[in-house]
Nanobody, 122 residues
Framework: QVQLTESGGGLVQVGDSLRLSCAAS????????MGWFRQAPGKEREFAAS????????RYADSVKDRFTISRDNAKNMVYLQMNSLKPEDTAVYYC???????????????WGQGTQVTVSS
């Protein structure tokens, strides 16, 4: 069992940076691949980034590639999403999620946090 809690969201201006954190409980955290998903108002939740259990592999959606960086610290049971050059279209609730499979598919993620709101104002 893994419980996830996101933090670090807020209201920022276009071009600003923000770092989201996801704290995980449970001794099996390091066995899970971790992902960040986001859901904008009126839209379906979408994949943003993922990182393998070891941290050796990462994946990004085209919309965030070269601006966002996902990382993890297994010793601290933490996952991070560094977001740079933020745009209004990045406004969304951001969710941390864990999966045993190395996947982009939302339905294959077993554990989810409650989300943290990121609002980018122009």
């Amino acid at each position: 069992q893994v419980q996830l809690t996101e933090s670090g969201g807020g209201l920022v201006q276009v071009g600003d940076s923000l770092r989201l954190s996801c704290a995980a409980s449970g001794r099996t955290f390091s066995r899970y691949h971790m992902g960040w998903f986001r859901q904008a108002p009126g839209k379906e939740r979408e994949f943003a980034a993922s990182i393998s259990w070891s941290g050796a592999s990462t994946r990004y959606a085209d919309s965030v590639k070269d601006r966002f960086t996902i990382s993890r610290d297994n010793a601290k049971n933490m996952v991070y999403l560094q977001m740079n050059s933020l745009k209004p279209e990045d406004t969304a609730v951001y969710y941390c999620a864990g999966a045993r499979a190395w996947t982009l598919a939302e339905y294959e993620y077993d554990y989810w946090g409650q989300g943290t709101q990121v609002t980018v104002s122009s």
